[in-house]
């Protein structure tokens, strides 16, 4: 991602100053939440509008079923017998994804869904410099431009 973010960039000089930017706004800021770590918010409609809700017949996960079982999920033996805890198969083939995911959240005593969150972006050095590289540069590019001006 971060290769293709060079392609848009522009420099512009003058006998005073140079100037790196971006010929896109959009790109700009995709480029500073990279190389500062700004987090990003995410709400519900947005992630359904991206990944999608699943669907009514959705069978439930795999890592929803492993989920279960580490919440303490358990099913009625035959013939009301007692309890026993399910097999990942029996989850999977017998629970729809939206029923795994009440009966996790009633387990875990978690409250309704959240209606937003945020997306922590790990500190990306864009050009991978340090402040000082970045001085170094800027004077460097100052210096050229003087000299060509």
Not at 60 to 81: D, F, H, P, S, V
Not at 102 to 108: A, G, Y
């Amino acid at each position: 991602m971060l290769r293709k973010l060079g392609k848009h960039m522009r420099v512009y000089t003058n006998p005073n100053k140079a100037e790196v930017t971006f010929g896109n706004k959009r790109v700009g800021q995709i480029a500073r939440a990279q190389q500062e770590g700004i987090s990003q918010e995410m709400t519900a409609r947005e992630a359904a509008q991206k990944y999608g809700t699943p669907g009514k017949n959705e069978m439930a996960t795999r890592k929803q079923a492993k989920a279960l079982r580490k919440e303490g999920y358990k099913i009625r033996r035959n013939r009301g017998k007692g309890w026993k805890s399910p097999s990942l198969k029996w989850i999977t083939e017998n629970l729809k994804r939206r029923q795994a995911g009440l009966i996790l959240r009633i387990l875990r005593d978690e409250p309704k869904g959240k209606d937003k969150w945020a997306i922590p972006l790990p500190e990306r050095s864009f050009l991978g410099q340090s402040q000082n590289e970045r001085k170094q540069l800027t004077n460097y590019m100052l210096d050229e431009a003087t000299r060509l001006g």
